[in-house]
């Protein structure tokens, strides 16, 4: 069953051009999705269409095999259960958090929600003890940092245990090791069936929230949907729809170009090199910074782990993959130790870690 | 200085003491006596100690229950200077127009205490009477202590609790006095998001400062200074909406809902009888012993 099904969908704001044009795809309940696309695209418009706030021109949506319409979710029944089954993360989190504490923005969703008070208070405390922010509960929104907002907001969004969570640009503005506690969560969410779409234009996190890409050009229509890997070793398309773009430099007298993107894992580079350059060292260096940018984030992955001293043992061996693909055989395989051996897991991340720091000096 | 730096620095410096005194909460968070105590019984019982000293007549009294807020702001951890500072900046404003005039024997007629101004002769109209002495009156000397002193002691105790309690804690408590929820709520979003426009304002300022190389003209920072108040209330607009998107999104749907967390304890009666009770019993004694 699909969660969403969008038929020849077009939106303009009023007196301005199309934002999108003649969409026509559908999200599977349990898929995670990531719409990509470079600014103005469409991508947040397309998420406030999920999420029945904004309503087509024309072409229709279905949400759960039923009507999403605005005269549909006038009706107060249909409106709850849609509203229970979908939250959205917005991507600035001063919007989404409106009350005076955090603890009432995460009551907000429940108590609308029409749940019993005792049920309310069992959600609140749940949701601040499973994402870690039981410390922040009084705080007022304008005491949090950027990532302990995004926090809040992600925590209010799932207060209702939704079946779909629609973020936009769930990575603005957040440090690494938020950005690391946001994969985490979403790869929880994943593992319990939820369906999670995303809109961004940062590829370095998309490889690790979604398998599946919807890219739009800017010219407002799709221009590819597909398995993400495949799509992110497609130069030529990411270049046309301004995902990556050619970085011209210069090499003592040599100026030469290539395609750069930020894409930390699988990197996508190798881009054609110009006239008369040849295959020097820069495009050494260019891997070498990649590598160093999965390194840190890798360290940063693992000195989570280490602090929290959670046990992922998906997170841990799609990360030890990651790490055998770098060509990091030592570090996966003390990840690997630490799925096998539990009681000794923070000393094999621990490891891993030391590891990996010491490569990033030597590098140096 | 010329103007337009006035009007930046005051702007700017508005900008600050409202963050400070509306957001900075320092001695809301301290552990103190009035700090601890359930925000309801709190404004409950600040409300009937500024009802009662409406009632005071003598100065003594009224003194004396200007040292309970004293006491009281000791108990809590709330410096006596930094209070005595925020009191006596409010109470000449709301009382000088009123007591000057009322010290005089045009307002109030009495046994003059001091001669001010002497006339040719007295003048009237009407019911009014410019008498050909204008003198400070004893009554009106002593009305005014009385009035003055009635405001500090108000003011004294408002200052009190806005001091030792949180603004989000404090809204909600007026849900305790009946207050309609929406009023409440629209409160508090309020005061929620004056704190993100004020940074905007702040960050304008410093945005335009950072690309400043030389002083421009008056004509052209009024235009500016125009032009980011129409900026700032367009942002406000647009943000009005996203958030009203936002509450949509959690199920919102004309009607507010929320969650009462008070857990009133047995201090917190014990305080509210002591106070209450010790004003009344000296309202009591006063009206025995003072005969005004």
């Given at each position: 069953?699909?969660?969403?099904?969008?038929?020849?969908?077009?939106?303009?704001?009023?007196?301005?051009?199309?934002?999108?044009?003649?969409?026509?795809?559908?999200?599977?309940?349990?898929?995670?999705?990531?719409?990509?696309?470079?600014?103005?695209?469409?991508?947040?418009?397309?998420?406030?269409?999920?999420?029945?706030?904004?309503?087509?021109?024309?072409?229709?949506?279905?949400?759960?095999?039923?009507?999403?319409?605005?005269?549909?979710?006038?009706?107060?029944?249909?409106?709850?259960?849609?509203?229970?089954?979908?939250?959205?993360?917005?991507?600035?989190?001063?919007?989404?958090?409106?009350?005076?504490?955090?603890?009432?923005?995460?009551?907000?969703?429940?108590?609308?929600?029409?749940?019993?008070?005792?049920?309310?208070?069992?959600?609140?405390?749940?949701?601040?003890?499973?994402?870690?922010?039981?410390?922040?509960?009084?705080?007022?929104?304008?005491?949090?940092?950027?990532?302990?907002?995004?926090?809040?907001?992600?925590?209010?969004?799932?207060?209702?245990?939704?079946?779909?969570?629609?973020?936009?640009?769930?990575?603005?503005?957040?440090?690494?090791?938020?950005?690391?506690?946001?994969?985490?969560?979403?790869?929880?969410?994943?593992?319990?069936?939820?369906?999670?779409?995303?809109?961004?234009?940062?590829?370095?996190?998309?490889?690790?929230?979604?398998?599946?890409?919807?890219?739009?050009?800017?010219?407002?229509?799709?221009?590819?949907?597909?398995?993400?890997?495949?799509?992110?070793?497609?130069?030529?398309?990411?270049?046309?729809?301004?995902?990556?773009?050619?970085?011209?430099?210069?090499?003592?007298?040599?100026?030469?170009?290539?395609?750069?993107?930020?894409?930390?894992?699988?990197?996508?580079?190798?881009?054609?090199?110009?006239?008369?350059?040849?295959?020097?060292?820069?495009?050494?260096?260019?891997?070498?910074?990649?590598?160093?940018?999965?390194?840190?984030?890798?360290?940063?992955?693992?000195?989570?782990?280490?602090?929290?001293?959670?046990?992922?043992?998906?997170?841990?061996?799609?990360?030890?993959?990651?790490?055998?693909?770098?060509?990091?055989?030592?570090?996966?395989k003390e990840i690997y130790l630490a799925i096998a051996d539990n009681d000794s897991l923070k000393g094999h991340l621990k490891r891993a870690k030391a590891i990996l720091a010491?490569?990033?000096?030597?590098?140096? | 200085?010329?103007?337009?730096?006035?009007?930046?620095?005051?702007?700017?410096?508005?900008?600050?003491?409202?963050?400070?005194?509306?957001?900075?909460?320092?001695?809301?968070?301290?552990?103190?006596?009035?700090?601890?105590?359930?925000?309801?019984?709190?404004?409950?019982?600040?409300?009937?100690?500024?009802?009662?000293?409406?009632?005071?007549?003598?100065?003594?009294?009224?003194?004396?229950?200007?040292?309970?807020?004293?006491?009281?702001?000791?108990?809590?951890?709330?410096?006596?200077?930094?209070?005595?500072?925020?009191?006596?900046?409010?109470?000449?404003?709301?009382?000088?127009?009123?007591?000057?005039?009322?010290?005089?024997?045009?307002?109030?007629?009495?046994?003059?205490?001091?001669?001010?101004?002497?006339?040719?002769?007295?003048?009237?109209?009407?019911?009014?009477?410019?008498?050909?002495?204008?003198?400070?009156?004893?009554?009106?000397?002593?009305?005014?202590?009385?009035?003055?002193?009635?405001?500090?002691?108000?003011?004294?105790?408002?200052?009190?609790?806005?001091?030792?309690?949180?603004?989000?804690?404090?809204?909600?408590?007026?849900?305790?006095?009946?207050?309609?929820?929406?009023?409440?709520?629209?409160?508090?979003?309020?005061?929620?998001?004056?704190?993100?426009?004020?940074?905007?304002?702040?960050?304008?300022?410093?945005?335009?400062?950072?690309?400043?190389?030389?002083?421009?003209?008056?004509?052209?920072?009024?235009?500016?200074?125009?032009?980011?108040?129409?900026?700032?209330?367009?942002?406000?607009?647009?943000?009005?909406?996203?958030?009203?998107?936002?509450?949509?999104?959690?199920?919102?749907?004309?009607?507010?809902?929320?969650?009462?967390?008070?857990?009133?304890?047995?201090?917190?009666?014990?305080?509210?009888?002591?106070?209450?009770?010790?004003?009344?019993?000296?309202l009591f004694l006063e009206r025995i012993f003072f005969k005004g």
């Amino acid at each position: 069953m699909n969660a969403f099904s969008l038929r020849n969908i077009a939106y303009s704001y009023a007196g301005s051009t199309p934002v999108l044009n003649d969409l026509t795809t559908d999200f599977a309940l349990g898929g995670r999705t990531v719409i990509l696309g470079a600014n103005g695209t469409g991508k947040s418009t397309l998420l406030s269409l999920l999420d029945g706030l904004v309503f087509p021109v024309t072409g229709t949506i279905h949400a759960f095999g039923k009507p999403l319409t605005e005269d549909a979710l006038t009706d107060r029944m249909f409106s709850m259960d849609f509203r229970k089954r979908v939250a959205f993360v917005f991507s600035n989190p001063d919007v989404q958090l409106f009350s005076s504490t955090v603890w009432d923005e995460i009551a907000f969703g429940p108590l609308q929600l029409d749940l019993p008070a005792e049920a309310v208070r069992d959600i609140v405390d749940h949701q601040l003890e499973t994402l870690r922010i039981t410390d922040l509960r009084d705080r007022a929104p304008y005491t949090l940092s950027d990532g302990q907002k995004k926090k809040v907001a992600i925590a209010s969004s799932l207060a209702t245990d939704p079946d779909v969570l629609l973020l936009d640009e769930p990575t603005n503005g957040l440090d690494p090791r938020t950005q690391v506690w946001l994969i985490e969560v979403l790869h929880e969410l994943h593992q319990r069936g939820k369906t999670i779409i995303s809109a961004t234009h940062d590829l370095s996190i998309a490889g690790d929230i979604a398998e599946r890409a919807v890219v739009f050009s800017e010219d407002h229509t799709i221009a590819a949907d597909g398995d993400f890997g495949d799509i992110i070793q497609n130069d030529e398309l990411l270049l046309r729809v301004n995902l990556i773009h050619e970085h011209a430099h210069q090499h003592g007298k040599t100026a030469h170009m290539h395609r750069h993107g930020h894409y930390g894992h699988i990197h996508s580079t190798g881009g054609t090199m110009h006239d008369n350059h040849k295959h020097h060292s820069h495009a050494d260096e260019h891997e070498h910074g990649h590598e160093n940018e999965l390194s840190i984030k890798m360290q940063v992955m693992l000195e989570h782990w280490i602090e929290h001293g959670d046990s992922h043992a998906e997170s841990y061996r799609e990360w030890a993959g990651k790490a055998s693909a770098a060509g990091e055989e030592e570090v996966a395989k003390e990840i690997y130790l630490a799925i096998a051996d539990n009681d000794s897991l923070k000393g094999h991340l621990k490891r891993a870690k030391a590891i990996l720091a010491a490569k990033s000096i030597l590098r140096k | 200085m010329s103007k337009t730096k006035f009007l930046d620095k005051s702007l700017l410096a508005v900008a600050k003491i409202a963050e400070q005194s509306l957001f900075s909460e320092v001695y809301a968070r301290k552990e103190g006596l009035l700090q601890r105590l359930d925000v309801r019984i709190k404004l409950f019982g600040f409300l009937s100690l500024i009802v009662l000293i409406s009632f005071f007549h003598s100065p003594y009294a009224l003194w004396i229950m200007y040292g309970m807020s004293l006491t009281l702001a000791s108990a809590s951890r709330v410096p006596i200077l930094f209070l005595q500072k925020r009191v006596w900046l409010f109470v000449p404003l709301f009382s000088a127009a009123v007591v000057l005039p009322a010290m005089l024997n045009i307002v109030t007629p009495g046994e003059p205490l001091w001669i001010l101004v002497k006339l040719n002769r007295a003048y009237s109209w009407g019911p009014y009477v410019i008498p050909a002495e204008i003198a400070v009156t004893r009554q009106g000397l002593l009305g005014s202590i009385i009035f003055v002193s009635r405001v500090a002691t108000s003011v004294s105790f408002a200052v009190l609790f806005t001091l030792t309690t949180r603004w989000t804690v404090a809204f909600s408590g007026l849900r305790a006095l009946a207050a309609p929820r929406i009023f409440v709520i629209t409160l508090s979003m309020t005061e929620r998001y004056l704190f993100v426009f004020l940074r905007l304002i702040q960050d304008m300022y410093r945005a335009r400062k950072s690309r400043t190389i030389r002083p421009l003209s008056a004509a052209i920072d009024r235009n500016w200074t125009a032009s980011r108040i129409g900026v700032t209330f367009k942002k406000s607009m647009d943000m009005s909406e996203d958030i009203y998107k936002a509450m949509l999104s959690r199920g919102f749907h004309g009607e507010f809902r929320a969650l009462d967390r008070f857990h009133a304890k047995p201090i917190d009666y014990l305080w509210l009888v002591t106070v209450v009770g010790f004003s009344g019993i000296l309202l009591f004694l006063e009206r025995i012993f003072f005969k005004g």
